[in-house]
């Protein structure tokens, strides 16, 4: 995808998050570019103007309460990309919904593939390269003992070009959940 092109992202502060970052830097440090995250709409270029994808965010946020979801086991997307990621484990169909809510007017996009919750540990050259990451990252993760719950209270809308992001607008999540 050429251009500058916009996402909705769920930054991960968290203890998991924390774990996912010091992991990258560890094994793969070129990828340490971007603050740990769940996409939820991945990068595509505006059907509108920035203010009215921003807008139709924000409505949106308006309307969906916070909620939690759980991290699952280390995978990764070879062969079709050297990609490996934490799986989103319980709370996926959130994710899910909060996508399908969002792709829509401005910021409607046919994505190449089907979405899948996920947080990236890391994108390598190499499909021999992510194979040796994964290994080392599922051994790393399954030792891990701490919490692997992450809250979802906020979307951050970016944009940017190649591997250069900048954040533009943090939303909070502001509906009323189900008691």
Same mark, same amino acid.
């Given at each position: 995808?050429?251009?500058? &092109?916009?996402?909705? #992202?769920?930054?991960?502060?968290? %203890? !998991?998050? +924390?774990?996912?970052?010091?992991?990258? @830097?560890?094994?793969?440090?070129?990828?340490?570019?971007?603050?740990?995250?769940?996409?939820? =709409?991945?990068?595509?270029?505006?059907?509108?103007?920035?203010?009215?994808?921003?807008?139709?965010?924000?409505?949106?946020?308006?309307?969906?309460?916070? *909620?939690?979801?759980?991290?699952?086991?280390?995978? $990764?997307?070879? %062969? +079709?990309?050297?990609?490996?990621? =934490?799986?989103?484990?319980?709370?996926?169909?959130?994710? @899910?919904?909060?996508?399908?809510?969002?792709?829509?007017?401005?910021?409607?996009?046919?994505? %190449?593939?089907?979405?899948?919750?996920?947080?990236?540990? &890391?994108?390598?050259?190499? !499909?021999?390269?992510?194979?040796? !990451?994964?290994? +080392?990252?599922?051994?790393?993760?399954?030792?891990?003992?701490?919490? @692997?719950? #992450?809250?979802?209270? $906020?979307?951050? *809308?970016?944009?940017? +070009?190649?591997?250069?992001?900048?954040?533009?607008?943090? &939303? %909070?999540?502001?509906? !009323?959940? #189900?008691?």
């Amino acid at each position: 995808m050429l251009g500058l &092109v916009y996402a909705a #992202v769920a930054y991960v502060r968290s %203890p !998991v998050g +924390i774990f996912v970052e010091e992991l990258r @830097r560890e094994l793969h440090a070129a990828h340490t570019h971007a603050d740990a995250h769940l996409t939820v =709409l991945p990068p595509r270029p505006l059907r509108g103007t920035e203010l009215q994808a921003l807008g139709m965010l924000r409505e949106v946020c308006q309307t969906v309460a916070p *909620f939690e979801i759980t991290m699952g086991d280390v995978e $990764s997307f070879v %062969p +079709i990309t050297p990609t490996v990621f =934490l799986r989103v484990a319980s709370g996926a169909y959130r994710m @899910r919904e909060l996508h399908d809510l969002l792709n829509q007017g401005a910021l409607a996009y046919e994505e %190449p593939w089907p979405y899948m919750p996920h947080l990236t540990i &890391v994108k390598t050259d190499t !499909v021999e390269e992510a194979l040796k !990451v994964e290994a +080392i990252a599922r051994q790393r993760w399954q030792a891990n003992f701490g919490t @692997r719950a #992450v809250r979802i209270d $906020s979307l951050t *809308f970016v944009k940017g +070009i190649g591997e250069r992001w900048l954040d533009l607008e943090a &939303v %909070p999540l502001r509906g !009323v959940g #189900v008691r």
